[in-house]
Structure formats: C-alpha cells, structure tokens
C-alpha cells in the first residue's frame, strides 16, 4: 500500500514538474530564437542554420529552468494534497512526517541525477553543437544584407558601401578588402551582379580600377573591365570560437589541474592560462554543484506538510515557504559569483548548501514533534 501511494506522489510530481519544466523553457527559448534572428538579419547566414543553432541551445533552456521547475511541481503537488486531505492517507497509514519527508529526498534523487547529466554532458554538446552550425557557415543571406548608401562590414576583412541596388544589380560600388595582413586592396567599380546560389556566391564588378597599398605604404593601381570578387573566401563576425560554457566537463577538470600545475596548454582555440581560472572553476562549480540544491528546496517545501490547511494561518506560512524556498533558489544562482579565486572563499560557499541542509532538516525534525 505505500509504495503504492509513494509510487503516486511520484508520478504527480513528475507529471507538474515535465509540465512545468517544458512550459517555462519553451516561453525563454521562443524569447531568445527573436534574439537569434540577428544572426541572418545581421551576420548573413542561412535559415537553417538560424534554426539548428536554436534547436541546439535548447537543452542549456532545461538546465536554467530545472531548479524552478522541481520547486513549483512540487510546491503544488505538495499543497494540491493537503488542499484535498490526500496527505491524510499517509498519515493513516502509520507514516509520520519525518519518514514521508525522507522518502521525498529519495524522490528528489532521481531529478538530481537528471539535472547533473543534463548541466554536465548534455548541455555543454548541444552548446558546442550549435556553434559549429556557425562554424561551417557560410553567409547565405549575405546579399540581401547589402543596402544602398550604408557601410556594409558584416563580412569580417570586407566593408561595401554602393550608390544604388536593383534586385542582384548595383552601382558605384567601393570595397575594402583586408583579409591579406600584407595588403590592403580598394575596389572601385561602375557596376556590379551578385551571384547567390548553390553554386557560387560572388560579386561580379564592371569598369573600375583596384588599388593595392602594402605594408610598406607602396600603392599599385590597375584598372579593369570585369573582375569576380569571390564571396566564400569570407566569414562571418559571428563569434565562432567555443565559449567556456561549451567545453566538455572533462576538458575544464583538465584545464584548472593544469593552471594549478603551470602546465599553461592550449586546446581548442582555448589557453588553459590563470587569466581564465576563475571562468572555469564558477563554470565547474556551476554544472556539478548547483543541482545539489534540489536537494535543499524538496526540505524546505516539505515544511508545507508541517501546517493543515484548517489552521487560519495556513496562506500565509505557505507564501514563507513559497518565498524562503525562491530565495534560496537566487542564492543557487548567485553563489556562482561568489566563487573567486581565494580557497577560503570557496570552501565557505561550497559549505553554506550542507550547512543550510543541516538546519533545515533538524528544523524540520523538530517541527514534526508537535505537528499534528
């Protein structure tokens, strides 16, 4: 019969907290794929790209929202029953207050481990998976970012600027090409095609002249009657190089042994060097700390139990717990600056989830004593 009834608790928490889970990360996710959309108004690359490299930061969506999403499932499963006397099958059944609160912690264990492999494996791919959409890129849409009378430096080493645009054909074009570091080359031309597609993706330019000033400041001009400027020679200013937080959980572990070895590496367009060990141990501390805290919110949720819904006091002890339970989860988010690079520091903040555990479940205990 009661594991039965644990087996049903289960079940309605994490039916609210998928829910929930689901719900509160597809609201952020749609938020940022608005703000994703720069990099084909702004950085020129294709559609599809646009959407795989939305699809892919999903998952980093998840781990944000796991926290919060666990604390309102079960803030609402938890007063759902009391609300209805379901708790008092639990209580009928010889389990005390104490025990059913323990069973919750078992409970909690299996979002634990969901939460780690998500923030420690899944996460940091699909980040890094969604960055080599970038990285393989091309600018598709580069033409269709080309404006009449503006300054065009989407293309990292090439500014355009032109007189007037018809459709795929422009006039009075200036370009400046700086992708050689030995040579600066000024284009100058009356007319223009672009040429977009599977194919080829280039800039035909018509009567003009090429000016090529080299490092040593001399200038050769030469002039010509049709020239082909070759587009996919160029990238994008998208960031491409891999962020912190797309690193693989292993290669950060293997970053700050070696900083704290001065064994200074480089890995990944990446230097394991002491300028980035802060980064990287609030980054570690982050993936494999944070969801621990699921652990403190299931405690301090549970007080719910403690206080009967006949009780005149009951909305209001249930609003204290609803806000000590979000103020512990800010904390959760805030202790990650508070990692520095002093030893000390980090031993008292990694000390403060035990500490707060501790007092919370004797609290807790204590209370169960005198509940009724």
């Known amino acids: 019969m009661k594991k039965r009834i644990y087996l ?3 079940k309605d928490i994490s039916v609210y907290f998928l829910t929930t889970l689901f719900t509160l990360s597809l609201i952020i996710w749609l938020l940022q794929a608005v703000n994703y959309l720069d990099i084909v108004s702004e950085d020129g690359h294709g ?22 999403s666990f604390f309102l499932a079960l803030y609402y ?4 029953y009391e609300e209805k006397n379901q708790l008092l099958i639990y209580w009928s059944n010889g389990v005390t207050k104490i025990n059913f609160l323990r069973k919750l912690l078992i409970i909690s264990s299996s979002f634990v481990l969901i939460s780690l492999l998500l923030s420690l494996f899944l996460a940091p791919y699909s980040q890094d998976k969604a960055r080599s959409f970038i990285r393989s890129s091309n600018v598709d849409f580069f033409p ?3 404006k009449e009378k503006t300054f065009i430096d989407t293309v990292e080493n090439l500014t355009i600027f032109l007189e007037s645009k018809d459709k ?5 074009i200036v370009i400046k090409d700086s992708s050689n570091d030995n040579n600066v080359q000024f284009i100058i031309a009356q007319e223009g095609v672009i040429f977009n597609n599977s194919e080829k993706k280039s800039l035909n330019l018509f009567n003009g002249k090429i000016i090529n000033t080299n490092k040593n400041g001399k200038t050769t001009i030469f002039n010509f009657e049709e020239s082909a400027l070759d587009l996919d020679k160029y990238t994008t200013k998208t960031t491409t190089s891999a962020k912190i937080q797309e690193f693989r959980t292993l290669d950060i572990l293997k970053c700050i042994i070696n900083i704290k070895t001065n064994n200074y590496t480089k890995f990944r367009n990446f230097i394991c060097s002491e300028g980035a060990y802060l980064k990287l141990v609030q980054e570690l501390y982050k993936r494999s700390y944070l969801p621990l805290f699921i652990y403190l919110i299931t405690i301090v949720t549970a007080f719910i139990i403690l206080n009967s819904n006949a009780k005149p006091n009951y909305k209001i002890f249930n609003l204290k717990v609803f806000l000590i339970s979000i103020f512990f989860i800010i904390f959760s988010e805030v202790s990650v600056s508070m990692i520095s690079k002093i030893n000390l520091v980090n031993f008292s903040v990694i000390l403060s989830l035990p500490v707060l555990l501790f007092l919370s479940y004797y609290f807790f205990y204590r209370r169960s004593k005198t509940s009724h």
């Open 47 to 68: 559609i599809l790209t646009y959407f795989k490299y939305s699809i892919f930061n999903y998952p980093k969506i998840l781990s944000k929202t796991f926290l919060l």
């Open 77 to 80: 499963v938890l007063n759902l």
């Open 8 to 10: 049903g608790l289960y």
């Open 168 to 172: 795929n054909l422009i006039k009075k």
């Open 144 to 146: 269709s970012l080309i």
